[in-house]
């Protein structure tokens, strides 16, 4: 492309940061890259979000191969000088390259002035994403602090290079943005030292590139398969290449590392949302904005389920909701202050592990509590001591006050993902974290110190196993027993079945996986009649010592879903089935439980003067 190429930084008289100075302010967390990259990604999306009600984070892997990767070749090579800082023209030559595009909807793009010089009193986000290293944001409850975060986005590429696409609104229009932007090692070039920060676009007359603007932009994105979008959509889209996706061994366990496929990526990145952004992704009455969570291989996307359907998520949903109205606060003595509200929430150890908790704090029992600020999300699970009984895990939630979140902000590394109040200037602010977490780990013990009086089964266990003995776990209850007559009345005609002997079970409830989700299905046979019977399945929570069919306002229940023939040729909606005589008499009762809470299903039967539907 005509007067569009790279431009590598030279290192300033006064001296300058070196790229792989850069790359180490990021840390080194205790979380899989891939799980740092979905965090300080997200937290980008969700603190651009408008006010919308719902904000989309998408994440695309491919491996296009030599012919998809031709158009980035023409357009990205020859890199700067030997390309000995990046080694991109190696990367974009090997036919295994995978490229990730992230990508927002629902929010403003990456607005701002293009250069990092220009005074400006509103939000640059472009200059900080592009331009700057650790600026920090100034948006009120916003997940990020320091900026440094975004360094995960260049270690993630093997050639530590992006590409971002952003539409947004700029001196009252909307203008599409396209540049490539790199970090890499410091380097020598004829005579002269570099930074090893490199940037790829339109040249301007003071030698430094300028991003592709609007229909420019758009061309190019076109030609390397971005994602479409309408004209007028907002949003940002960023292609990391060359992506690390990392391996596939547990560090805990002794095992070799194996190189993820770009289908085990997919999934772990997928249990990443899940267990880091849970917050924003659920329906919740006092939050107006939602996530929408997304990733998909090759074009075709993965099925993540609700974050509140997931088993082991479960009790943390809970306790989320749940702290906003029966929480307990947690406060300092001094200084007096309420710094924020903590629940906990009680359940079974599910014994089948799922592929959703590969990015789960642990593969034990849950003993955890999930911190969070303002912004809602997951800062760390924060480990607490175990039950003594293995088979029963908890949740718990922290979330912090309005009026203490920056304090908080201030105890997080650059990658967010701990409270680290040794690490604070502020010695009443170091205070005040200390002192919930604290709190937070007094509870904990002290809930570990009293043994849950009940706890229920998690959803997707597939059979009772050692929770028989403490649960009733699925349980049919209220129903006849048998089919049987009554005897004959005086002139030996038959009285026909009693009321409550007109249904009885065939096999007892059991936990099957039916259209990728997990349902309760019992099998039962009606007596024959020659009145029409009205048969009603109820489904609710068994508990030890009874059955709660009225769940707390707001709380999930477990529901009948159907009715269906043993042939599965009919199927009925509904708790109600009215038959005639005329209809089969064997039929599976489908009963889709709640994630964590073991489910009791009772039957009752009737004659009605009702037609059969």
């Known amino acids: 492309m005509k007067n569009a190429k790279w431009w590598a930084q030279p290192s300033a008289p006064e001296g300058a940061s070196p790229g792989e100075g850069i790359r180490k302010q990021l840390g080194r967390p205790n979380l899989d890259p891939l799980q740092v990259l979905v965090r300080e990604a997200a937290q980008n999306t969700w603190d651009a979000r408008l006010s919308a009600p719902e904000v989309g984070f998408d994440v695309a892997l491919a491996e296009p191969g030599p012919s998809g990767l031709q158009p980035w070749k023409d357009l990205l090579l020859p890199a700067f000088g030997d390309d000995t800082s990046l080694g991109l023209a190696a990367v974009l030559d090997d036919p295994a390259t ?14 701002g002035p293009l250069r990092g010089d220009r005074v400006y009193h509103g939000s640059a986000d472009f200059v900080g994403l592009v331009r700057d290293i650790g600026r920090t944001s100034h948006r009120a409850h916003s997940g990020g602090t320091y900026g440094f975060g975004k360094g995960v986005l260049f270690t993630t590429s093997t050639a530590g290079t992006i590409l971002v696409r952003t539409r947004c609104r700029w001196q009252d229009r909307i203008q599409t943005r396209l540049i490539s932007v790199a970090l890499g090692d410091s380097f020598d070039h004829q005579e002269r030292r ?3 920060r490199h940037w790829w676009g339109r040249i ?10 609007d229909g420019e932009a758009d061309a190019v994105a076109d030609a390397l398969g971005l994602p ?6 907002l949003g940002t889209d960023i292609v990391i290449v060359g992506a690390r996706l990392g391996s596939s061994a547990n560090p805990e366990a002794d095992e070799p590392e194996q190189p993820r496929t770009v289908e085990e990526a997919a999934r772990f990145i997928g249990s990443a949302m899940l267990w880091e952004l849970w917050p924003i992704m659920i329906d919740t009455p006092h939050d107006s904005t939602r996530m929408r969570c997304r990733v998909s291989v090759g074009g075709e996307a993965l099925s993540l389920p609700e974050a509140d359907r997931v088993a082991r998520l479960q009790p943390f949903v809970r306790a989320y909701r749940s702290a906003h109205t029966d929480g307990s606060p947690v406060r300092s003595r001094t200084p007096a202050v309420d710094l924020g509200r903590f629940a906990v929430e009680a359940f079974m150890t599910p014994v089948r592990p799922h592929w959703t908790d590969i990015a789960a704090p642990t593969d034990g029992p849950m003993h955890h509590c999930a911190l969070m600020r303002q912004a809602g999300l997951v800062v760390q699970y924060r480990p607490g001591p175990q039950l003594s009984d293995s088979d029963v895990s908890y949740g718990a939630v922290f979330r912090t006050n309005v009026g203490v979140d920056d304090s908080f902000a201030a105890a997080e590394p650059p990658t967010h993902d701990a409270w680290v109040p040794k690490n604070m200037e502020d010695a009443t602010a170091r205070k005040l974290v200390r002192s919930a977490l604290r709190t937070i780990d007094n509870r904990m013990r002290e809930y570990a110190g009293a043994e849950p009086e009940r706890a229920a089964a998690a959803g997707v266990q597939p059979a009772l196993g050692a929770l028989s003995n403490r649960f009733a776990s699925l349980m049919p209850a209220g129903t006849g027993s048998g089919a049987g007559q009554r005897p004959p009345r005086p002139g030996g005609r038959p009285a026909g079945p009693s009321a409550d002997s007109l249904v009885r079970i065939l096999t007892p409830p059991q936990l099957v996986e039916m259209d990728e989700e997990f349902l309760v299905v019992t099998d039962i046979t009606a007596a024959f009649a020659s009145r029409p019977i009205r048969v009603t399945a109820t489904a609710s929570v068994a508990l030890d010592n009874g059955s709660e069919t009225e769940p707390p306002a707001g709380a999930a229940s477990p529901h009948v879903v159907c009715f269906q023939t043993l042939d599965t040729a009919e199927t009925r909606s509904g708790a ?4 005639t005589s005329e209809d089969p008499r064997d039929w599976r009762v489908v009963v889709r439980p709640i994630d964590g809470a073991a489910t009791r299903v009772r ?9 059969a539907h």
């Not at 301007?204 to 603007?213: E, N, Q, V, Y």
């Not at 479409?228 to 959509?233: G, M, P």
């Open 194 to 196: 570099y930074t090893g």
């Open 576 to 579: 109600v089935l009215t038959l």
């Open 204 to 213: 301007a007359t003071d030698g430094i590139p300028d991003p592709l603007l």
């Open 228 to 233: 479409a979008r309408a004209a007028d959509e």
């Open 98 to 111: 995978v490229l990730m595009t992230i990508s927002d909807r629902g929010t403003g793009g990456l607005g």
């Open 603 to 611: 039957f009752s039967a009737e004659y009605t003067q009702a037609e």
